[in-house]
């Protein structure tokens, strides 16, 4: 195994990297989400670091939570950062493609991070107008405390942000489609690899638009354009075209460019979890998928489809009803894959062998989990396709409850699992199994009692992004009870992964030593020799069995030359 | 089983009474939607519980039969199993979308495809940081012209009216919003700040207001009683106060309440 060179263009250093930088990320994001959670049911608490938060700063807690989270978290780890780690052993090349750019795009998104959290720091504080920043509330300095140099910062970081995603996005593809070693045809890459090759191209045009609407929306605020800003905007009770003479623009292109980028990037955060998910399963129940073309066609078919749903975002934003309609069914369209994944999960499950490992590791703990939540979550997914019951959901804590179970919790808790898994290959140890399965049941129980709940809150008319449950209707004040459970679940969640975090450093150090291929796995990443002559001459998920032993036959065949 | 159905809508469901026409199709669909795919959830999870919990013979590969470990990578194996646990099941949900998706396509055609009939009441919704001003034509029934440099709150004039206009000069400007039960209602929906939501959960009405374009929904209120109103759409830091009341009466005392502001207005 190299060393751990930080500032190399190692891969496997670079991997490491992204992973410590989206740790960095998701525990700043997180503490952030119980300063919110807090604030919801005690506004006038003192918080540390915050002091009692003003409305305003619940608003730039939640932006900047949706920030961390979304970008620096669910694209950096998963994509970036396990892409990095073991993409290139799992097709058995000895780098990437293009090494240098690999670094460069993780030091951009250090910049980028960097600079997005500069904007506590300067006077009106961070953005207010939530991860999706729809204009004219972003585009203009007046519309509100944070939207000045607050939302500069924010748009120069998502700009940056944008540049590396697509550096390490054409680093990804031209690894994949130049550096498999011999034999790796395309129907043996292990489905972990097709995950990311269709990640790679959601994030090639996903983030070059957004890079594009970012762009647009800076020269809206400081170059006169008008994108974005109708005539006759007033702002404070101030005609804004006064002061600053522009053409006739409309939010609505932003809202068309930013969901555009906005679903697929969802697609990104998840699907390669869901290579991760398959994997695993194969691994730890000793067993392939039962159809390995069925994973294949389904991730594609996600891919494909998961660029043309943008609109489903947007049913009651002022787009034409028709558009609507053809949105939605889309949006059902692309169930049919989702619901195929979880199946084949399933049907794995079923028919796995009966030697599988007992008790289950915590990765595979994990793995179980993201199903759970996976289901859990996706499941509301069919019920915000239909138009006419999204007019009443859209906005509510409905959505929040749905997007956090699938993409937060289904997303985290694969990324927790692929640490547990791919440990060794970072440290040549292994991290607490013991410590691993109370975090494991822990956060199990914090997450379904800190989301699940939210779905009754969205049912109950709820609108999300609000501050305090005051004001003069009913509907709002009736709140406070669940609210106050939910926020005592978060608490929950959030404290048991202090388990993990010392887990992960005390393994680090201490844990025990991994014998070479500790799951007995059979994909490449696990074969610690050189990979020099290797040659491929197995699919990725060969559990056999000798009697009753079993004999997992690793891809590559250098050792047993005579098959 | 209707009535049971209506007994459960009416009790332990979690979403405020419906006060309008279209509500109750929309509240069924929704209902059905929740229960189908509720008690699919309920399905996986009890799977994932069982297969956590199975008892595991360690020696015992029935599945892989007299074949041997050939079993899992014969092709017709594969095959049953492929049928059986995927693509059949695949099916079935695939049925199940197609028809949630058709039952909410019609629903949606029904009261977003066509306009508001001629005559329906005519009122202009208008959203600003963080307010709700509802505008009423008058006895004219016609709206007057507004501009945006004549915007000015503190006067009195938040939504820019313009004095000169003689068509705008019964129009009233109120904070709540009253309707006639038993109407149909054309709102035109628009804002002159930021993107805000019109949000009214007792009538299963939202659509946002967006600078710069007027949007129109149409839906009838049935019940009197009194509807919480709230922005749905993050607009500044004010925008959980953004809430307001809709007061659905009957038609009587709406022609009272119409009269009463009008004259408010005149006499000012
Ligand atoms: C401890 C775990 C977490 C808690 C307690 C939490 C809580 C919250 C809360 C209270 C909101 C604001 C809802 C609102 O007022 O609209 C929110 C928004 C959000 N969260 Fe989380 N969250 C957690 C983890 C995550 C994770 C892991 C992700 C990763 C995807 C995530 C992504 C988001 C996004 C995208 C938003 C929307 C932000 C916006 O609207 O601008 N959250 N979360
Ligand atoms: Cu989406
Ligand atoms: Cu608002």
Sequence with gaps: MTPYRPFSADHRSIGINYLLLALCAVTIGTLLSLFMRIHIIAPFLRLPFFGVVPPEGYLALVTMHGTLMVFFVLTSAPVNGFASLVLPSQIGARSMALPRLNAVSFWLTTLSLAVLLAAFFVPGGAPISGWTNYPPLSGIAAAGPGQATGMDLWLISIGIFCIASVLHAVCLLTTIWTRRCAGMFWARLPLTVWSWLTTAVLMFFAFSVLLAAVVLLLSDRHFGTGFFIPKGEVINGMMYDRLHPHADGSPMLWLHLFWFFGHPEVYIAILPAMGLATSLLANFLRRPPVSYRFMVATTLAIGAFGLMVWGHHMFVSGMNPYAGTVFGLMTMAIAVPSSGKALGWFAMLFQGRETRIRPLPSPMLFILGFLSFFVSGGLTGPILAQPVLDAYLHNTYFVVGHFHLIMAMAGVFALFAAVYYWFPLMTGRLMNDRLGKWHFWLSLLGAYGTFFPMYDAGLAGLPRHYAQLTGSTSTVASMLRLQTGITHSALLLASAQLLFLVNLFWSARRGAIAPENPWQATTLEWTASDLKECQVSHSPYEYRFDGNALSPVMQCSFQQKQE | ?268
């Design chain 2, 1 to 268: 089983m209707p009535v049971l159905g209506a007994f459960i809508i009416k009790t332990i469901w979690w979403m405020p009474p419906d006060g309008s026409l279209h509500g109750p199709a929309a509240d069924g669909l929704l209902w059905f939607n929740l229960v189908v795919l509720g008690l699919l959830l309920l399905l996986a999870q009890a799977l994932l519980i069982f297969v956590f919990l199975r008892r595991t013979h360690p020696n015992n590969l029935s599945e892989r039969g007299p074949k041997g470990s050939k079993g899992l990578f014969s092709s017709t194996h594969a095959k049953k199993l492929l049928w059986r646990y995927e693509l059949l099941p695949l099916i079935a949900l695939t049925l199940l979308y197609t028809g949630l998706a058709i039952a909410a396509q019609r629903l949606w055609a029904a009261n977003r495809f066509q306009g508001a009939s001629p005559q329906a009441l005519q009122v202009e919704v208008t959203g600003v940081q963080f307010q709700w001003y509802f505008r009423y034509p008058g006895p004219d029934a016609v709206f007057g012209s507004t501009r945006a440099e004549l915007v000015n709150a503190p006067a009195g004039n938040p939504l820019g009216l313009d004095p000169a206009d003689a068509r705008g000069q019964d129009d009233i400007v109120s904070s709540v919003l009253v309707l006639p039960a038993g109407r149909e209602v054309d709102l035109g929906i628009r804002s002159l700040d930021v993107i805000h939501g019109f949000f009214v959960p007792g009538m299963r009405v939202k659509q946002n207001a967006v600078p710069g374009m007027e949007m129109h929904i149409h839906f009838t209120p049935t019940i009197p009683g009194d509807y919480p109103i709230l922005c749905s759409q993050i607009c500044g830091s004010g925008h959980a106060r953004m809430q307001t009341h809709l007061r659905v009466v009957p038609e009587a005392e709406y022609k009272t309440w119409l009269s009463q502001h009008g004259r408010k207005r005149a006499a000012e």
